[in-house]
């Protein structure tokens, strides 16, 4: 059973630091790898989405890697900003299924 | 806007009443998803379509809940007699294809008081 991961659960910065947010998943079999951001009461955003064969993907100050072999994902934020401070999720889509599997989340907050 | 749409956005009703939510995919996706959310946790699968075919549905959907897909569109999630412990986000996504992007509306926030 994939079971999917996320370290710290909580993490507080200063502004201007660039951060790094952990996922990890226990079954290599993935499909893709999706990165979410969820506002406190609202729906998710769509962060980025690697595919399995992909290493990584960029958008703006957000880089995710992928290392499939090991289970491992992380999300790298450069120069954040309070209007980063949300909830971040991983999620993994497996190759025998139609589902999201998601972690539990980093709840991230960016001080001025 | 041309995202996920989801109604009501907020509902509150008693226990063992039956609740209705409504799903507005983005127009050029067949495939659509629903999930549940509770506090601090991330997003559990409910049940997928792929048009309007009921593909998938996790045991966490009791006999209480039912999915609807009619026409290949909008979907509707039914929960009958409702409990306290059905109190959470449902969550509403879809996508283009297999392995494609999913993308998610706004959610119905469900109290059962």
């Known amino acids: 059973k994939q079971e999917v991961t996320q370290i710290p659960a909580a993490l507080s910065v200063p502004e201007g630091e660039n951060l790094v947010l952990n996922c990890s998943f226990t079954?290599?079999?993935?499909?893709?790898l999706q990165w979410f951001r969820q506002d406190p009461g609202k729906g998710l955003t769509s962060l980025l989405l690697i595919q399995s064969s992909q290493r990584e993907q960029t958008s703006g100050r957000l880089n995710a890697s992928l290392d499939k072999s090991s289970g491992r994902s992380t999300l790298y934020i450069a120069a954040s900003q309070p209007g980063d401070s949300a909830t971040y999720l991983c999620a993994v889509w497996m190759d025998s299924s139609y589902k999201l599997i998601f972690g539990s989340g980093t709840r991230l907050l960016v001080r001025p | 806007d041309t995202g996920v749409s989801q109604n009501p956005r907020h509902k509150i009703t008693k226990r063992g009443q039956n609740v209705t939510f409504r799903c507005d995919p983005i127009?050029?996706?067949?495939?659509l998803y629903w999930y549940r959310q509770t506090l601090g946790q991330g997003p559990e699968f409910l049940t997928y379509?792929?048009?309007?075919?009921?593909?998938?549905k996790s045991r966490l959907l009791s006999d209480r809940f039912s999915a609807e897909r009619p026409k290949g569109s909008f979907s509707t999630l039914e929960i009958q007699r409702t409990e306290q412990g059905d109190s959470a986000m449902y969550l509403c996504?879809?996508?283009?294809?297999?392995?494609?992007?999913?993308?998610f509306g706004p959610g119905t926030r469900l109290t059962v008081l």
């Open positions: 079954d290599s079999a993935i499909y893709n």
């Open positions: 127009s050029e996706h067949n495939r």
């Open positions: 379509f792929q048009n309007e075919a009921q593909l998938e």
């Open positions: 996504a879809s996508s283009a294809g297999q392995g494609n992007e999913q993308f």
